[in-house]
Structure formats: structure tokens, C-alpha cells
């Protein structure tokens, strides 16, 4: 099984505030952008105007979106006791 087919199989129980907060002035400045292409989930895409777009849904709670951003424009915690990520193939 692939890891996109893993991915898809996991649940998800989300809050209504969001884990992660992205300051979108400090990713203007970003000519890079290595959350667009690092996060394993996709969670970071590039609209068609080139700024960055987040969803939280489908987070897998790696925190690698923290570790790559050279502007720290990535404010991350763990979810809330309940919510989050469930993984179903360990």
C-alpha cells in the first residue's frame, strides 16, 4: 500500500480552531515556499495569485511545516485532548 493510500484511510475529528496558525505577511516575503512542497499532506498550496493557502484538515501533525519555514511564519501545537489525526496503519 502506498503512503498516499495510507494517508487516505486515517481519521480525522476537527476543531473548530485550528492547530495551526500561518502568518500570511511573513509568506509574501517567502520566495521558496517550502511548505507547498514538504508537507506530506498537502496542506499548503499555491493559489493561482501565488500566495499560500492552508487547510488543516488532512494535518498528519508532523510539524514539518514549523521546521522548514525560514520566516517562522508556521505557529504549530498539538490539537486539542480528542481531536486531530487518528492513525489507522500505525
Do not use: Q
Amino acid at each position: 500500500m502506498s503512503f498516499d493510500e495510507k494517508v487516505k484511510v486515517n481519521a480525522y475529528i476537527l476543531h473548530s480552531k485550528p492547530h495551526i496558525e500561518v502568518n500570511s505577511e511573513k509568506c509574501r516575503s517567502c520566495s521558496t515556499k517550502p511548505c507547498v512542497k514538504l508537507c506530506p499532506a498537502g496542506c499548503y498550496r499555491l493559489s493561482p495569485s501565488g500566495e499560500v493557502m492552508f487547510s488543516h484538515d488532512a494535518c498528519l501533525e508532523c510539524g514539518t511545516c514549523r521546521l522548514v519555514c525560514p520566516h517562522r511564519a508556521v505557529r504549530w501545537s498539538y490539537p486539542e485532548a480528542g481531536y486531530g489525526i487518528w492513525y489507522r496503519f500505525g
